[in-house]
């Protein structure tokens, strides 16, 4: 007991021991994982903002005149039931001709005394089927309504969109899974780095017939401290930064920056995680 | 207590380490190992702390056997054997309380305990007004007192002292032989490394092993 | 000259002798600056992108059913000597009732025996010109003319990407400073930490009498040779990494990374300079 | 040629250092600087290669003076005086030729020569056969002698060598200190500071400094 106590506090001690290397581990570890924790902020925000572009897929589903009202409605039954729909609105003959009013500026009753303009339905579909092959066979499936004229969709907007929403993510997470990759083997490397500089404690402390365990613990649980205040520093260097944003940059860039706890337990997690990993493998080296 | 069976341990090399070595040291044996420079006094010595382990032959020490002994097994030795290294091997980051404590924690101490002894010890050597330095601020012998120090304090079966008087003035180099010799007559073998034959004078009773090119040349 | 040779071949030896130490530094730079490198790319891309969403913004200007065909042409080659005009089509009342059939699903001679709808302008500005300021101004300066019945164009896709376009170039632009601030950080402070381990001989050499500066010349080739193989590894990586995705995940993820010479040409001064500077400062401490 | 009036180096410390230190020391001196551990012997030589300057009073070496002294002319005043470290101060990361040969370099001199001078001081030395050897795997006797090698080969005005014979055989001991003899002989300063009487005995017309507690006790 008096040893393994003794050995928390050589642990502690390691800290202002190991003067320039032990700050630059935490140096490093602050870096790596204020640039982890915005690069998954960013990439999270972009994949949400391409989603919502994407939320403003239509389709346009145009009625033949001479439906019923009671056709027309089991219609929008039929819709209501569907599994793939999420959404849809009605546009009656007035709505569309105030449709036409915007986009050609001209009241179309102004050209004639008469509205030609057939009704539609506006469909929104659920985000996982806003995807061109669900597109197409649900568009399939309904054209077989009588009631129903002809079925507009911009089918550009969804492949350009879906080719790059791909790109997005695999961008994205690429990036992310890489900077994961870096930041590992980057702290690891500089906690070797800090401990190779005690090289010559590790071996004269061996040669008076200190154990492994006796050794390695202090460089672990330093280890395990520089990671936890690299990445606590980290964590209140993005909360700050959010701050920044959310609270005075608004006007300049209008964008919000959304934060949560768990974000914050991660990063201070994984920075001690690699503290306490880092140095075991480093350790394992000089041993 | 400590056996060479036709000990070899040469780094590679024709001409360094030692070679043929055969010995025997009882456990209330104070030995000189004398030689010239690079005979292989201190390679002999780190043969019985298990740095080296023998190119050809077995060393034996108690119930450590070179040729068997684990990895694990190595620190269980070393903590029986107080080392006083040539060149010191302080830690640089720590003060002279703590190079010499450490020592007594690696053994397993109890702290009050090892608060009192370090200081005894320390005062004993003259270092009561040097606790708190560091190494770097202190004077050669004052080095070497500390590192002796540290093998002191543990009660070990056998110490093993390369050269332990080198930075020493005559009169320390007289105490510290003294204390040797009075740990010696505990029943705790004694092995010192040394060119200074004034030492060897001292202790009268002592066995003096001579080394020349690895080789021992003449054992009494 | 014998000791300038010297202190040269010294300077490659350290590139040995500082063993871990140096390799990660290497190690440093080579990740630093191949992120450094990506992050230029995909920033670049990425504005590039907005500005290409930007290009399809269009002006609509609806013209008099009554207006004259000569009148139609004076206005027309007023919009060609416009400054701010890229580029525009003349949409005939027939080309309106194609896209009338588009949008709405229908012939437009099958509801009427005529043709309602006006002819019009669709409208490119010039990139710089294309934000709301611009467009007001435009728009309101044309509607003077006679000819004109109605300008319309998108103004909450214009306001939305110039909102947006601001927001994605201050982050990038941001996003970018931040990394290479990091870099130097990261560069200058591995190297301080890579002379740190070697202060000892430093401090020796210092003892037997060398100068300042015939300490300093091998640290400082080193560092160069560092900071030059690093940066050397981080364009191999990055043109590597681009081969790959240019090559063979064309199908995944349908983007091609344009490289050019110049790229390079600046990671790997970059690479050299920083360690040249990081040395040149980091010497300083232990000198 | 050396000069102390009044020098006080005592590092914020009571107990530490030198002081009260007056001392005249001519160019072609044979000084032993004599006294038990931590008298201060370490510490003057420092002050003669301005590791250290004085708290108080004033340390001058030939026309460099510690009050005037300018950083840049300090590696002036080094390079003309031969050192030999207590602790050997080697360079970890070169081998022995590399070690001795810095100093020629340090001091701006031809290939060439530099490259025979090396070996042949090394020869002379006996370590010719360690040339390509790394510190670390020198004996304790082998490091000394590659930093008298070091000191020796660059032909300085004075040469202060803080107990450089710790750790060396009677032997060689006794060939350093001739060496340091005939190198006086050819007008150059000799300082060694050191506890073994006999090689003080070795040198009849030597001066003979004792130090205590930071103070001068006897000059001869
Ligand atoms: N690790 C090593 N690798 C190669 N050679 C070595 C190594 N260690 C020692 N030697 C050589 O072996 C010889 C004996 O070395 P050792 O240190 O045992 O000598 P020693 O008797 O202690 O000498 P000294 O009195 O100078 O300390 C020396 O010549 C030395 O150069
Ligand atoms: N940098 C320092 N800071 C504080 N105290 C120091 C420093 N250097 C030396 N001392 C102290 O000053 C005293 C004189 O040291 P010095 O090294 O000059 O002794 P010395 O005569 O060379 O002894 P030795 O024979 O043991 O080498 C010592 O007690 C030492 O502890
Ligand atoms: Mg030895
Ligand atoms: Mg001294």
Known sequence: MIVVWFLIKEGFKGLVRSKFAGAFTILIVWITLTILGLGYIIGRDTINAVNSLKAQFDINIFIRESASQEKIQDFADHLKALEEVEDFTFISKDKAAQKFQKEFGKDIYSVLDYNPLPPSFNLQLKPIYRNLASVESITSDLSEFSVIDEIKYKKNFLVMLEKYQRVILYIITGAFLLLCFISIILISNTIKMAIFSRRNTISTLKLIGATNNFIRAPFIIEGVLQGFLGASLASGMIYGLAYLLNNHLQSVVQYTVELNLPIFAVIVSFGSVMGLLGSIRAIRKFL | ?220
């Open chain 2, 1 to 220: 207590m400590i056996n060479f069976q036709n000990v070899a341990c040469t780094f590679g090399s024709q001409d360094a380490g030692v070679k043929n070595i055969n010995l025997n040291i009882g456990e209330d044996d104070f030995v000189f190992l004398v030689g010239p420079n690079g005979a292989g006094k201190s390679t002999l010595l780190r043969l019985i702390y298990m740095d080296c382990l023998p190119d050809d032959g077995l060393v034996q020490i108690k119930n450590y056997r070179s040729d068997k002994i684990r990895e694990k097994d190595i620190p269980k030795l070393r903590r029986q054997i107080g080392m006083i290294f040539q060149d010191f091997k302080l830690l640089d980051d720590r003060n002279v309380y703590q190079n010499v404590a450490i020592s007594l924690y690696i053994s397993h101490h109890k702290t009050r305990k090892i608060k009192n002894e370090v200081h005894e010890k320390l005062n004993q050597l003259n270092l009561g007004h040097r606790v708190h330095y560091k190494p770097d601020n202190l004077s050669g012998g004052e080095k070497q007192m500390v590192a002796i120090a540290r093998a002191l304090i543990k009660d070990p079966i056998v110490i093993l002292a390369d050269e332990p008087t080198g930075d020493l003035d005559p009169r320390a180099s007289i105490e510290v032989i003294d204390q040797l010799h009075k740990i010696n007559q505990e029943n705790k073998a004694v092995i010192v490394a040394t060119h200074d034959y004034n030492l060897v004078k001292r202790v009268p009773d002592a066995r003096i092993i001579s080394l020349k090119d690895g080789q021992i040349t003449s054992m009494i």
